[in-house]
């Protein structure tokens, strides 16, 4: 039995040591926020805060958050920053498919909280760790950018 | 956007649907104002099937009495838009806020829900704005006028002196108003006029302009559910491990270790995959590992990227089935004094959807439920009820966002196995694909072999044109009906509709079929003709001596609307600038010309190739003649998305094999581009009356060409084999 702090609220589950945080999330806690890419730390699409740092939680078991606390994108609309994110994803249309974003804003947010004003090579070393399929890198730039109270002109 | 609850899925599948079924679709909507119209009417379909001429009821608008207003969503939301342009054409006629619309997953039913172009119920093909364009604004016209019918008769006033307005029915010269909830019961009983007048477009107040997306809220916030998202009571997941070959069988497998992983519950052989059904993903992946499988390979386990190559070059020696033949081809080309051919190849492609392959299914006595996000629900429940020997009727199809289609949820073969692996449980089972087993038995982007030739005059002008394609026809597979005469018609796409005024013009095609599944990609028969047009009237360009820009203008004399373009792409490019090389390395510029889906684009691309011959796309401009548009900024957003998926192929993409297996597995060699890669996308609309073009693929398939095109302003070196980056460094 271990036990996860998500979200502020307390889960004990019955799996195994090694069990990722992902799986963990998904299927025992039944957050499906949190999404599953590609197993391997590739594409970010899995990444939530362990102690307010970006992590990829297809590959960090729940050993590793013992103690610690858990924060995912059905969370994360409660911090002010957090919110302040979501709005400009939406205020920029960044949005196509969608399965990416739970990813691409938790790094983002992560991002923010180090460091108020990124820079375009900021944003770039932060967020080149998630990948999206449906492109909407430009997008994602400017809503960082918005969220940031920088100008975040759209494209022509 | 405000997804419904799930409600019941109506049991007349394959009937008519009619008015009590949609009541108990939407039960829970209560009494209101229902309306039905047909998306087929007397369209005719542009695969020959459907399109009949009697009026079948066939989606749904309901307005409750407290004027909420919902629409059966016969399309799927794959991140293209649809979920907001097709509220939008409905809520322009109807006068209501666009944010007020709901939406409901249709249930499966080609009669019903199939699409004006298509002829059945497929989100594929760019159709869904091009077929719903005019039906939709009919049904919300429609809706408006039995409204204000209503309100005259209670007001007894002429018709013609009320309008509506933001959900309320206004009697202008006294200015009473009275809300849509309140005229619903009495419209229903009111039948619905037959002849609709719709706006003119300059008085559109919603088509044309930037709405914000519907399903942005729900897709930040983690609450969006996809189809690997399916929460169902008592259920169990599974992971599964296909024959490494294509074709291959199951021989045997030894679970004794599998049986010790804490979560494991059991193991379902196939006829060729096993899979681990356990308490959760963690638990169904260790104790696939764990398995002892033996497999027996088949016919298949010996080809490779190289035996492939040969088997297709050696097909395209053969005489195909003319596409197209205008004036004499052959003949003057065999005669010309000067002449230029050249053979282009693309690779096979894996979709790579950032939603790995699902699908949950309950099989019972009585019924089966499936849960999944796909572009084919009717095929889906087709194959369903083949497997369990259930009615058609029987099999419930609940359909969900999809994350990333791309051609890929066109397929069924992953419903099909879960359904043979739930068949053999008396409980719900999640079917999730690892990212590996999705990239190594997807359905593959098949690869082409084309040979091209010219004649060419005195001014370096094509006389003749000949192209003669080879590749798996996935039409013969998909929709036998539509391959005419030996022809594919989406393996042609692109290669027959020249915008250039060539006389002479020869299109056939040798259908190749490899020993590997293949599928419909992204752009489909565009991406590859367009790629192999373009780069070949590139050729022809520098073999004049001409600007590639110039030279193309010249030749679409004929094709005004792809010469204003071209037009315009050239200034906002600011084209005849040439582009700064940077310090290390070289630049160049490389132009594109598409026509198809309905649309007109042009790209100019900007590339820089660094002295390690990596390729950097930095800037793509890119003008789009779509017609009409619904979101202008769905279709900008479109555009970005297609035209990064395109360079992200055309750069890096290639699916090989050896030993009759994929070799690329997940994101560390099947590369994807990531924001530090991506370029400056400039998206240009010209304004147009014209019927709606297709958006959603285009943008990929006219960039392929011009980055190919850039590479060789850029070097000197003409890629004719995708992929790029592998064709710059290996010789």
């Given at each position: 039995?271990?036990t996860?702090n ?14 990722p945080i992902l799986?963990a999330l ?11 890419g ?11 805060h ?37 709005d400009?994803w ?8 969608g ?33 999206c399929?449906?492109a ?6 400017s809503?960082?950018?918005l ?7 759209k494209?022509? | ?18 008015r009590r079924?949609?009541?108990k679709l939407?039960?829970?909507l209560?009494i ?18 459907g399109?009949?001429q009697e009026?079948?009821p066939n ?22 838009g649809?979920?907001t342009?097709?509220?939008?054409l ?5 006068e ?5 619309v ?5 249930p499966?039913?080609?009669?019903a829900?199939g ?6 119920q497929?989100t ?7 077929g ?17 019918q ?6 007894k006033?002429?018709?013609e ?6 959900g ?9 108003r009275v809300?849509?909830?309140?005229l619903?019961e ?7 006029p ?5 706006k ?14 519907l399903?942005s ?11 690997i ?13 296909a024959?490494?070959v294509f074709?291959?069988?199951l021989?045997?497998v030894d ?14 052989k196939?006829d060729?995959?096993?899979a681990?059904?356990a308490d959760?993903?963690?638990a ?5 590992a764990?398995?002892?499988i ?6 298949h ?13 050696k097909?395209?020696e ?9 004036g ?13 051919e050249?053979?282009y190849e693309?690779?096979f492609?894996a979709h790579?959807t ?14 089966c439920?499936?849960w999944?996000?796909?572009?084919v629900?009717?095929?889906a429940q ?20 999809l ?7 066109l397929e ?6 879960a ?5 053999q449980?008396?409980f719900?089972?999640k ?5 590996e087993?999705d ?5 593959y ?10 004649a ?6 094509p006389?003749?044109w000949?192209?003669?394609?080879t590749?798996s ?12 005469d ?11 509709d020249?915008?250039y005024?060539?006389?002479n ?12 599944p ?36 010249a030749?679409?004399k004929?094709?005004?609307?792809a ?6 792409a050239a ?6 600038t ?23 684009i042009?790209q100019?691309?900007e590339v ?22 619904v979101?202008?900024d ?6 970005e ?6 360079i992200t192929g ?6 090989n ?10 994101f560390?060699?099947y590369?994807m581009?990531?924001?530090n890669?991506?370029?400056?996308v400039?998206v240009h609309?010209?304004p ?12 990929t398939?006219?960039?392929?060409p ?7 302003a850029?070097?000197?070196k ?8 592998k064709?710059l460094?290996?010789?």
């Amino acid at each position: 039995m271990i036990t996860l702090n998500v979200n502020g609220d307390q889960h004990d589950l019955d799996v195994t040591d090694d069990t990722p945080i992902l799986w963990a999330l998904r299927d025992v806690v039944g957050l499906t926020g949190t999404k599953f890419g590609c197993g391997m730390s590739l594409c970010g699409a899995c990444t939530v805060h362990l102690d307010g740092k970006p992590i990829r939680s297809c590959v960090t078991p729940v050993s590793a958050a013992n103690g610690k606390e858990i924060t995912t994108i059905e969370g994360i609309g409660a911090s002010e920053l957090g919110k302040r994110v979501q709005d400009a994803w939406i205020e920029q249309e960044v949005v196509q498919c969608g399965y990416c974003q739970s990813g691409q804003i938790m790094s983002a947010v992560a991002l923010l909280k180090e460091n108020a004003t990124p820079s375009d090579q900021d944003i770039d070393n932060a967020m080149s760790g998630n990948i999206c399929r449906c492109a909407t890198y430009a997008r994602i730039r400017s809503a960082i950018k918005l969220a940031a109270g920088q100008p975040a002109a759209k494209e022509a | 956007m405000h997804m419904l609850p799930e409600t019941q899925t109506p049991d007349t599948a394959r009937g008519d649907v009619s008015r009590r079924d949609f009541l108990k679709l939407s039960s829970g909507l209560g009494i209101g104002l229902l309306l039905e119209f047909s998306l087929l009417g007397t369209a005719c379909s542009k695969l020959g099937i459907g399109g009949k001429q009697e009026f079948t009821p066939n989606a749904f608008i309901h307005i409750d009495q407290d004027g909420v207003v919902t629409i059966v969503a016969h399309k799927v939301e794959m991140g293209q838009g649809t979920y907001t342009s097709m509220p939008m054409l409905i809520a322009e006629e109807l006068e209501v806020d666009v944010s007020k619309v709901k939406l409901q997953h249709a249930p499966p039913d080609d009669k019903a829900y199939g699409d004006a172009l298509l002829g059945a119920q497929i989100t594929g093909g760019s159709t869904s704005v091009r077929g719903a364009w005019k039906p939709l604004r009919e049904a919300g016209a429609r809706a408006r006028m039995m409204l204000i019918q209503v309100a005259a008769d209670e007001w007894k006033v002429r018709p013609e002196t009320c309008y509506a307005e933001n959900g309320e029915v206004v009697h202008q010269p006294t200015g009473r108003r009275v809300p849509y909830g309140d005229l619903v019961e009495k419209a229903s009983r009111l039948p619905a006029p037959t002849a609709v007048t719709l706006k003119d477009p300059k008085d559109f107040k919603i088509i044309g302009k930037p709405v914000h997306r519907l399903d942005s809220p729900s897709k930040v916030n983690g609450t969006a559910e996809f189809g690997i998202d399916v929460k169902v009571p008592d259920m169990k997941i599974a992971t599964v491990s296909a024959s490494p070959v294509f074709g291959g069988k199951l021989v045997s497998v030894d679970d004794s270790d599998a049986k010790k992983i804490q979560g494991f519950q059991q193991v379902i052989k196939l006829d060729n995959a096993v899979a681990v059904i356990a308490d959760h993903m963690w638990a169904a992946k260790q104790s696939l590992a764990a398995l002892k499988i033996t497999w027996d390979d088949g016919e298949h386990a010996s080809f490779s990227s190289a035996s492939l190559r040969e088997d297709i070059a050696k097909a395209s020696e053969a005489k195909g089935a003319v596409a197209k033949n205008t004036g004499n081809a052959p003949g003057v080309i065999a005669s010309a004094d000067k002449k230029l051919e050249a053979v282009y190849e693309l690779p096979f492609l894996a979709h790579a959807t950032m939603e790995p392959i699902n699908c949950t299914v309950h099989v019972q006595d009585d019924g089966c439920d499936i849960w999944v996000g796909t572009q084919v629900p009717v095929v889906a429940q087709m194959v369903a009820a083949q497997l369990t020997g259930l009615a058609q009727d029987k099999v419930r199809i609940h359909n969900h966002l999809l994350g990333g289609g791309f051609g890929r949820r066109l397929e069924v073969d992953s419903v099909a196995q879960a359904v043979s692996i739930a068949k053999q449980v008396n409980f719900p089972v999640k079917v999730v694909w690892t990212r590996e087993e999705d990239i190594q038995h997807d359905m593959y982007r098949p690869y082409y072999y084309d040979r091209i030739s010219a004649a060419i005059d005195e001014q370096g002008n094509p006389q003749a044109w000949q192209h003669h394609i080879t590749g798996s026809s996935i039409m013969a597979r998909f929709f036998p009906a539509a391959v005419k005469d030996g022809v594919d018609p989406d393996a042609v796409e692109g290669a027959t509709d020249l915008q250039y005024a060539v006389p002479n013009v020869y299109v056939d095609y040798v259908r190749h079929e490899p020993p590997l599944p293949t599928a419909f990609w992204r752009g489909v028969g565009p991406t590859h003709n367009i790629f192999v047009v373009e780069s070949f009237i590139d050729e022809l360009a520098a073999n004049a001596g001409k600007d590639p820009v110039a030279y193309r203008l010249a030749l679409l004399k004929n094709a005004p609307r792809a010469k204003a373009v071209l037009e315009l792409a050239a200034e906002k490019a600011n084209w005849s600038t040439p582009v700064a090389a940077p310090a290390k390395g070289k630049a160049g510029k490389g132009v594109s010309v598409l026509f198809a889906f309905g649309s007109y684009i042009v790209q100019v691309v900007e590339v820089e190739v660094d002295p390690d011959q990596q390729v950097r796309v930095k800037k793509v401009v890119c003008v789009v003649d779509c017609g009409y548009t619904v979101n202008p900024d769905t279709v900008r957003a479109q555009m970005e998305g297609g035209i990064m998926f395109g360079i992200t192929g055309a750069l890096w993409g290639e699916i090989n094999f050896e030993q009759g297996r994929v070799q690329e597995s997940n994101f560390h060699n099947y590369r994807m581009m990531r924001m530090n890669e991506a370029p400056v996308v400039e998206v240009h609309l010209v304004p147009s009356q014209e019927n709606p073009g297709g958006i959603g693929e285009p943008g990929t398939s006219a960039v392929m060409p011009a980055v190919a095109n850039a590479v060789f302003a850029a070097t000197g070196k003409r890629v004719r084999k995708l992929p790029i980056a592998k064709a710059l460094t290996t010789t």
